[in-house]
């Protein structure tokens, strides 16, 4: 027997970066040496977000959840001794993507790269932050057109590179079904290639460059049969729009190409282990099918609903992906679903399904208009609420969350200090003073910059006129600029964005029938306020800082609403002082703070802090997140009434608990349970 051809692996990554520029660059090139065959870049919220480490909304953010990266030293730093020319560079970035990229340039630049060689993606899709990641800064229309004045800079200056990676991840993360998913990405997809085709800046025979470069980031859940599916939906949708939408002739140019980071959501807090496999299955769904195959792979750890993996758990998962690539059979067949009938129908009805929704936003006006009117956000936050309702009734199961909880002491982590990776709270004293000796140091030798205000000014006229932001962008580079300056002269021209948070107009996803646990915490919430004298008990869910993650504190938001609750809720990336501030004014009964990104340590204790100054005791603070056993001893020794974990799923318990401590923080009794 001939042996077959075997086809080429997918790309290898893992997501990475934290604490600083060196330390980020010594675990790329541990990770390269280890096999890994494209780098993953994680940022950091201050540099996602457009500001300098020592803003006051970077507080407690920085090197957390990525790498801060505020000027041009930073980037040459980052990338010290990896040639950019021979690179595979994925950056999660999308508010500040143009900035980034012009940094990564200029780097390549330095080395004596030829740039039309340089290949990557720059995530750089906008909608999904309006509607789940939360990093936005600019209104739609201004993100728009960094967006489209990338693609056309990229199609004649750095050909190889993908401009923008339409990321259906965080969708799914926020509650969407496969439909939409696909639907939502696509009328993204839509949105970005209308944009460019009537921008002017791309002539038509160029379109298919365009469409060529595109790409997406996918999201794979447990339900394997599913999402193997809904990647062949996505990919007959996207042959479909660009050639009827778009005309596009060359089948090579009408490909789906995707990368993907299996879900997240998913991992467990309780007995960790079990992630392992859900990891393995979520990935089977995107590599099985030879004709519906991603292109880039990375994969979480284990410990992720922890906290941040150690360079080990990062191992484990790239050798996750190595055992498939080259131990087992996989790249040697042809698509093994082909021709199945049970496939075949599933992947019609999400086509068709995803489609009729798709039409839906199209005649709202599209993407951005859905994003605007508030509409997408609902039903994502509609979607979600439904999927908590399933488990906290047992309808989804979840492997030792709400069934099979037995378990046997978990070796991984009997010592949880040091299960998952802690960044040095030291780390941001040093990166600040780092940045301010680049502030004034940037115009002497060894760098030699000229001064950056007048790059700055130039990007400002540029922006406030209509042509190609990338030019101006480069110049405030190369004259070390920081990522502050360069977002903040664009604040000063394009305004910022308040995203609508979804949670008013939310469907009730949990009926309060006589009986239910709902009605009980409805009973409770009402005599609570009855016995403090006022019509309704109120209650602030803050977002303090630069976390952009909302699922949570909406569904809570959402659900303490429906147990009879009046709700304060402005929506993310506000400062202690802010939520202090209405907390005071909306005289509220009690504070939820959600934080995932690692920050409670410093911003919760100024909450609690700032409302005993205020002499405002008697609210209790209740914290939520991905917060280490340690620190929630901490947290509690500090002053909070609570602390709830993603291993809490039960949001009407949690509701019920809050009741209790707005009775304990006023003395009143305890009220009887009824039997």
Same mark, same amino acid.
């Given at each position: 027997?001939?042996?077959?051809?075997?086809?080429?692996?997918?790309?290898?990554?893992?997501?990475?970066?934290?604490?600083?520029?060196?330390?980020?660059?010594?675990?790329?090139?541990?990770?390269?040496?280890?096999?890994?065959?494209?780098?993953?870049?994680?940022?950091?919220?201050?540099?996602?977000?457009?500001?300098?480490?020592?803003?006051?909304?970077?507080?407690?953010?920085?090197?957390?959840?990525?790498?801060?990266?505020?000027?041009?030293?930073?980037?040459?730093?980052?990338?010290?001794?990896?040639?950019?020319?021979?690179?595979?560079?994925?950056?999660?970035?999308?508010?500040?993507?143009?900035?980034?990229?012009?940094?990564?340039?200029?780097?390549?630049?330095?080395?004596?790269?030829?740039?039309?060689?340089?290949?990557?993606?720059?995530?750089?899709?906008?909608?999904?932050?309006?509607?789940?990641?939360? @990093?936005?800064?600019? &209104?739609?229309?201004?993100?728009? !057109?960094?967006?489209?004045? $990338?693609? +056309?800079? #990229?199609? =004649?200056?750095?050909?190889?590179?993908?401009?923008?990676?339409?990321?259906?991840?965080?969708?799914?993360?926020?509650?969407?079904?496969?439909?939409?998913?696909?639907?939502?990405?696509?009328?993204?997809?839509?949105?970005?290639?209308?944009?460019?085709?009537?921008?002017?800046?791309?002539?038509?025979?160029?379109?298919?460059?365009?469409?060529?470069?595109?790409?997406?980031?996918?999201?794979?859940?447990?339900?394997?049969?599913?999402?193997?599916?809904?990647?062949?939906?996505?990919?007959?949708?996207?042959?479909?729009?660009?050639?009827?939408?778009?005309?596009?002739?060359?089948?090579?140019?009408?490909?789906?190409?995707?990368?993907?980071?299996?879900?997240?959501?998913?991992? @467990?807090?309780?007995? &960790?282990?079990?992630?392992?496999? !859900?990891?393995?299955?979520? $990935?089977? +769904?995107? #590599?099985? =099918?030879?004709?519906?195959?991603?292109?880039?792979?990375?994969?979480?750890?284990?410990?992720?609903?922890?906290?941040?993996?150690?360079?080990?758990?990062?191992?484990?998962?790239?050798?996750?992906?190595?055992?498939?690539?080259?131990?087992?059979?996989?790249?040697?067949?042809?698509?093994?679903?082909?021709?199945?009938?049970?496939?075949?129908?599933?992947?019609?009805?999400?086509?068709?399904?995803?489609?009729?929704?798709?039409?839906?936003?199209?005649?709202?006006?599209?993407?951005?208009?859905?994003?605007?009117?508030?509409?997408?956000?609902?039903?994502?936050?509609?979607?979600?609420?439904?999927?908590?309702?399933?488990?906290?009734?047992?309808?989804?199961?979840?492997?030792?969350?709400?069934?099979?909880?037995?378990?046997?002491?978990?070796?991984?982590?009997?010592?949880?200090?040091?299960?998952?990776?802690?960044?040095?709270?030291?780390?941001?004293?040093?990166?600040?003073?780092?940045?301010?000796?680049?502030?004034?140091?940037?115009?002497?030798?060894?760098?030699?910059?000229?001064?950056?205000?007048?790059?700055?000014?130039?990007?400002?006229?540029?922006?406030?006129?209509?042509?190609?932001?990338?030019?101006?962008?480069?110049?405030?580079?190369?004259?070390?600029?920081?990522?502050?300056?360069?977002?903040?002269?664009?604040?000063?021209?394009?305004?910022?964005?308040?995203?609508?948070?979804?949670?008013?107009?939310?469907?009730?996803?949990?009926?309060?029938?006589?009986?239910?646990?709902?009605?009980?915490?409805?009973?409770?919430?009402?005599?609570?306020?009855?016995?403090?004298?006022?019509?309704?008990?109120?209650?602030?869910?803050?977002?303090?800082?630069?976390?952009?993650?909302?699922?949570?504190?909406?569904?809570?938001?959402?659900?303490?609403?429906?147990?009879?609750?009046?709700?304060?809720?402005?929506?993310?990336?506000?400062?202690?002082?802010?939520?202090?501030?209405?907390?005071?004014?909306?005289?509220?009964?009690?504070?939820?703070?959600?934080?995932?990104?690692?920050?409670?340590?410093?911003?919760?204790?100024?909450?609690?802090?700032?409302?005993?100054?205020?002499?405002?005791?008697?609210?209790?603070?209740?914290?939520?997140?991905?917060?280490?056993?340690?620190?929630?001893?901490?947290?509690?020794?500090?002053?909070?009434?609570?602390?709830?974990?993603?291993?809490?799923?039960?949001?009407?318990?949690?509701?019920?608990?809050?009741?209790?401590?707005?009775?304990?923080?006023?003395?009143?009794?305890?009220?009887?349970?009824?039997?």
């Amino acid at each position: 027997m001939t042996e077959r051809q075997k086809d080429r692996p997918w790309l290898m990554r893992t997501y990475a970066g934290h604490s600083t520029a060196e330390a980020s660059n010594e675990l790329y090139r541990r990770n390269l040496a280890k096999g890994q065959t494209g780098l993953s870049v994680a940022f950091d919220l201050p540099t996602q977000t457009g500001y300098d480490s020592d803003h006051v909304l970077a507080r407690g953010e920085v090197g957390r959840v990525g790498v801060p990266v505020a000027h041009l030293g930073d980037m040459r730093r980052l990338f010290q001794d990896i040639p950019l020319e021979q690179m595979n560079t994925s950056m999660t970035i999308n508010a500040t993507a143009m900035w980034l990229l012009a940094l990564y340039q200029v780097v390549a630049e330095e080395q004596g790269a030829d740039i039309t060689k340089l290949q990557g993606t720059t995530q750089n899709d906008i909608v999904k932050e309006y509607l789940s990641r939360g @990093t936005h800064v600019f &209104p739609p229309g201004p993100s728009l !057109r960094l967006t489209t004045d $990338m693609i +056309a800079y #990229t199609v =004649s200056h750095l050909p190889k590179w993908n401009p923008i990676n339409i990321c259906s991840y965080h969708l799914q993360e926020a509650g969407a079904t496969p439909v939409q998913e696909i639907a939502y990405a696509m009328s993204t997809a839509i949105a970005v290639l209308d944009a460019v085709r009537d921008g002017g800046q791309v002539p038509q025979e160029r379109m298919g460059d365009v469409v060529g470069r595109i790409s997406f980031f996918v999201n794979a859940g447990v339900r394997f049969i599913e999402e193997m599916c809904k990647m062949r939906a996505f990919g007959r949708i996207w042959d479909r729009v660009t050639r009827e939408r778009y005309g596009i002739e060359n089948p090579k140019h009408r490909r789906f190409r995707y990368g993907v980071q299996v879900n997240s959501l998913g991992l @467990t807090e309780a007995q &960790p282990e079990n992630n392992v496999q !859900r990891i393995v299955l979520e $990935m089977l +769904a995107v #590599t099985l =099918s030879k004709d519906a195959r991603a292109r880039a792979v990375q994969l979480p750890a284990w410990n992720e609903a922890l906290g941040l993996p150690r360079p080990w758990d990062q191992q484990w998962s790239l050798r996750i992906q190595q055992v498939l690539a080259y131990e087992s059979d996989l790249l040697e067949y042809d698509d093994i679903f082909e021709g199945s009938k049970v496939i075949e129908a599933k992947v019609e009805q999400l086509v068709a399904d995803s489609l009729a929704e798709m039409e839906r936003i199209q005649e709202m006006g599209g993407a951005m208009a859905a994003v605007e009117s508030g509409y997408l956000k609902s039903q994502l936050v509609a979607s979600h609420a439904e999927r908590r309702a399933r488990i906290e009734s047992g309808a989804e199961k979840i492997i030792g969350v709400n069934a099979f909880e037995g378990t046997e002491p978990n070796p991984l982590t009997a010592d949880l200090d040091t299960a998952i990776h802690t960044v040095d709270p030291a780390v941001e004293a040093r990166v600040i003073a780092s940045l301010r000796n680049w502030r004034d140091t940037r115009y002497q030798p060894p760098f030699n910059h000229p001064r950056p205000c007048k790059a700055l000014e130039k990007l400002k006229e540029a922006a406030r006129g209509t042509g190609n932001l990338m030019e101006a962008t480069l110049e405030c580079a190369r004259a070390g600029a920081t990522t502050g300056e360069w977002a903040g002269a664009l604040r000063e021209v394009f305004g910022e964005f308040r995203a609508p948070t979804g949670v008013s107009s939310a469907p009730v996803a949990v009926a309060a029938e006589e009986g239910s646990a709902l009605s009980e915490v409805r009973r409770r919430v009402d005599l609570t306020a009855e016995d403090l004298g006022v019509g309704k008990l109120r209650f602030l869910v803050g977002k303090p800082g630069l976390d952009g993650h909302s699922n949570g504190a909406e569904q809570i938001a959402v659900r303490a609403r429906d147990a009879g609750f009046e709700v304060v809720y402005q929506g993310i990336r506000l400062t202690p002082e802010q939520i202090v501030d209405a907390a005071l004014a909306e005289d509220v009964h009690a504070v939820g703070l959600s934080i995932l990104s690692g920050s409670h340590a410093q911003l919760v204790p100024d909450v609690l802090e700032r409302l005993r100054v205020a002499g405002a005791t008697d609210i209790p603070v209740i914290a939520g997140g991905i917060i280490p056993n340690g620190d929630a001893e901490q947290l509690r020794a500090a002053g909070v009434a609570a602390v709830f974990t993603p291993k809490d799923f039960d949001i009407t318990g949690i509701i019920g608990r809050i009741v209790d401590e707005i009775r304990k923080a006023n003395k009143l009794d305890p009220l009887e349970v009824p039997a």
